[in-house]
């Protein structure tokens, strides 16, 4: 089992994600007939609010087993997987709409991260919407630290380690239109998130759609 999936497995039961679903841009591009995957769903928080909204058609994956345990003693309507990182159990074209909520973040790797929209662009209808929600660099002497001192392991600026063993990663703006150069920009916004940890970062909201 790799540090990633034991540190998420860990703690799936003790933390509670803080990043806000951007619900009324969403809602100006899917409609609540829509069919939506949420990869990296952790414990489903974003599928419950949808649910919420009416929204029926629901699955979400990720490859925390415990994350999906959680998933599941909360919810039973709700088509909850688990999976491996970039492999989805699911023909092409296949949803309306996909979600990647702060779950880049976590995997601090390019190709891996690639291995990820690759997949997601398959199982998009033609059309599809994507929504991402990730983190931004920042410039506070807190962060700078910590990039610096992971450079030198991971040789990638913005990763950094958790105590606990997670391995997080920032990203400058470069790499944010390297993940969407195959999506029509419906809408983008920078904004300060609260981490689940308690702390500020600077962040991004996109939404694009298949070309």
């Known amino acids: 089992m790799s540090k990633q999936k034991r540190y998420w497995n860990k703690v799936a039961n003790q933390k509670e994600f803080t990043t806000p679903f951007q619900s009324d841009l969403f809602l100006k591009h ?29 699955h979400g994956v ?35 709409a996909v979600l990647l909520f702060a779950v880049l973040t976590c995997v601090y790797k390019n190709d891996e991260q690639n291995a990820i929209l690759n997949e997601i662009k398959r199982v998009l209808k033609p059309d599809g919407i994507i929504y991402i929600n990730d983190f931004l660099l ?7 630290a910590r990039y610096a001192k992971d450079y030198t392991k991971y040789h990638t600026y913005g990763v950094f380690e958790l105590a606990g ?14 993940w969407t150069n195959h999506f ?19 962040g991004l909201v996109y939404i694009g759609r298949a070309k």
């Open 30 to 58: 899917v409609n609540q007939n829509a069919s939506i995957l949420d990869y990296g769903c952790g414990y489903g928080r974003t599928l419950f609010e949808l649910k919420d909204y009416k929204f029926e058609n629901l």
């Open 62 to 96: 990720d490859f925390s087993e415990e994350m999906i345990k959680r998933a599941k003693s909360n919810e039973s309507e709700i088509n909850f997987q688990v999976v491996r990182s970039g492999s989805l159990p699911f023909p092409d074209n296949s949803f309306d």
């Open 138 to 144: 920042n410039d506070d002497e807190r962060n700078k």
């Open 165 to 178: 063993g997670a391995i997080l990663r920032h990203h400058n703006e470069e790499r944010v239109k390297e």
């Open 184 to 202: 029509e920009e419906l809408e983008y916004q920078k904004v300060e998130y609260a981490t689940m940890n308690g702390n500020r970062s600077n």
